[in-house]
Each structure stands twice: as C-alpha cells, then as structure tokens.
C-alpha cells in the first residue's frame, strides 16, 4: 500500500495526517505506532484521519502514537484545521466532528502554506476538582494539574507516569501537567498518556492547566510557554464553570510523501 500523508506540528506537538475522505484507509494499532515510531516510521506524537463528514467540514479521528484511538487532542484539532485549509477544503473557518462532539476554528493569521496561527473552541468545561495539591478536570481529554515551584526541577517522565497509572485514576488513566507561574505568563509540561513520554505541548493539557490557574481568578485569558512554543488560552468564567473557550496558537507544516509498507 502507498500511503500519502502530511506532517504537521502545534507547538512542537507534532502530527501525521491523512487525507481519508474516501474510507478507503484503514491501519491497524500497530501500523499506526510502527508509523508514529521515531526510529523506524515518520515519527509523531500521533495520527489523524481527516474523515468524511456529511452534515460538517469534516470528522477528525485521532489516534496517540500507541496506535489507540483516542480523547481530543487541541494541537491536533488546530493541525488538523491547517490540513484542511491546504486542501482546499475549507478557507478561513471551520466546523468539524471530533470524539468530543462539534469545534469550530478559525485562521487567524496565514503565512502562506508554512505557518498558519489557528484559534480553535475547546469543549465547555463545567466541573474542575480541586484537591490540596492538584485539580483534576476534562478539557477534552482527562487531565491532572499540579502547581510547582519550578517545573524543571520535576522529573517530568518519572512522576508524571507514577500519577498517570495511579490506582485512583484507573483504569484509563489520565494526563498530567505540572504548572509553574512566571510573571506574565504559565510554564507548562505535560506527560501525555498514550505517547507514555513528555509531549513538547499538549492542548488540552494546557487549556486544563490555564482554567485550572483561572478557576479563583477574575481574567478571561492565560499565555502558556511550553517547551515546543507559546500558546494562549481564551475563556468565559461562568460560577465556577468556563465556556467559550479557544485554544490559539501557531501550526507549521513540516512536509509530505509518501510511504509504501
């Protein structure tokens, strides 16, 4: 079989995409990881299959880089929005189908097929659990949020994969992201389930961490640095519940081919 297919990244969290509009693609688990695999495939954080969707642009399926379907992935959603601009699918805004229901997104600045900045609506988030030293909400996908002094003091793979397999969040498991405040901004790391390592970012896992930041806090936006890059976190407080919330932040394509396996 040859294979077409993009490579994308969103804040360092990167990508490979498929146009599958047809049905005609179907990979199993392991071609899935042999694929995301760094040292034998393309390499990736995860897959996504840009789907046929009747009533919509189109559906994204997202699968982590185990070769699992799986949760919303935000650097994903965004991707997966400049895929669809180069393909001419859509131009400036969106509504697509995703696991979690319906996303609208939106291009808010275009520097031609490279980069693209990329706002995109997460889902409403109605409940965050506050415990003495971490929140737990779903911002999309589960996440597990702890404040720190200084992120990089964490040995981000070793504790975050302790929490990730802890008795109390099985038997799914959760992502978990260790938050430190600078003076204008979050620093943000997360260890992502699924990729069972550090992501450069993760979406939903800094959406969780800026509304868990903002949950005793008048704003209605966060700036987050990651490792992979800047990305920023827009919200309405309603009580002790956020809506209209948008992810935002910049995508690059990196390139495409072709692969026969």
Known sequence: ??????????????????????????????????????????????????????????????????????????????????????????????????????HTAEIVEDKAKMRKTIRLQMSDVMLIQQSENYFLLNTGSPHYVQLVDNVDDIDIVSEGRKIRYDKRFAPSGLNVNFMQVKESHLYVRTYERGVEDE?????????ASALAYASDKN???????????????LFEKHGDSFKNIFLEGETCFVFEGELEF
């Open 1 to 102: 079989m040859i294979l077409k297919f993009s490579k994308y990244h969103g804040a360092g969290n990167d990508f490979i995409l498929i146009d599958n509009r047809k049905g005609e693609i179907n990979l199993s688990c392991n071609e899935i990881a042999f694929l995301c695999n760094r040292h034998l495939g393309i390499g990736a954080d995860g897959l996504m299959f840009l789907n046929f969707n009747s009533l919509h642009d189109f559906e994204m399926q997202y699968f982590n880089s185990d070769g699992n379907e799986s949760t919303m992935c935000g650097n994903g959603g965004r991707c997966i929005t400049a895929f669809a601009s180069a393909l001419g699918i859509i131009e400036k805004t969106t509504i697509f189908n995703a696991i979690d229901g319906l």
């Open 199 to 207: 992501t450069l970012s993760c979406g939903t896992g800094v959406t």
């Open 219 to 233: 704003i209605t936006e966060v700036s987050v640095l990651t490792k992979g890059g800047n990305l920023k976190v």
